[in-house]
Nanobody
Framework: VQLVESGGGVVQPGGSLRLSCAAS????????IHWFRQVPGKEREGVSC????????YYADSTKGRFTISRDNAENMVYLQLDSLEPEDTAVYYC??????????????????????????WGQGTQVTVSS
């Protein structure tokens, strides 16, 4: 089982990118798909989650209103649209999944991300750099 991210790049502040997460050997629609990001020296940070069968899409407070997660089940893809990018969004972005998680976790109405070690499936990451 392998996830593959793409779509990263270098963009100016205020710009946009669309990241893609693909899987070649399992159906993404059957899993909650999580996006994380990581900068050197810091822990991997949860960014967004979309539940299986589109039962909900959720965002970390730092990205709410700027990022949009979506699925294309026919193409077996999950996308993360990044708008109004800020230098603080610079990171390597990863998509992740685990067979135990079919819906996104919520605590008091906010999305909950399990520790990265709890996910079985990861991609290799795609670099997003926001710089003028």
């Amino acid at each position: 089982v392998q996830l593959v991210e793409s779509g990263g790049g270098v963009v100016q502040p205020g710009g946009s990118l669309r990241l893609s997460c693909a899987a070649s050997d399992f159906a993404l629609r059957d899993y909650a798909i999580h996006w994380f990001r990581q900068v050197p020296g810091k822990e991997r940070e949860g960014v967004s989650c979309i539940s299986s069968d589109d039962r909900g899409a959720y965002y970390a407070d730092s990205t709410k209103g700027r990022f949009t997660i979506s699925r294309d089940n026919a193409e077996n893809m999950v996308y993360l649209q990044l708008d109004s990018l800020e230098p603080e969004d610079t990171a390597v972005y990863y998509c992740a999944a685990d067979s135990r998680y079919r819906i996104c976790g919520l605590v008091s109405g906010k999305v909950f991300f399990w520790p990265p070690r709890e996910y079985n499936y990861w991609g290799q990451g795609t670099q997003v750099t926001v710089s003028s």
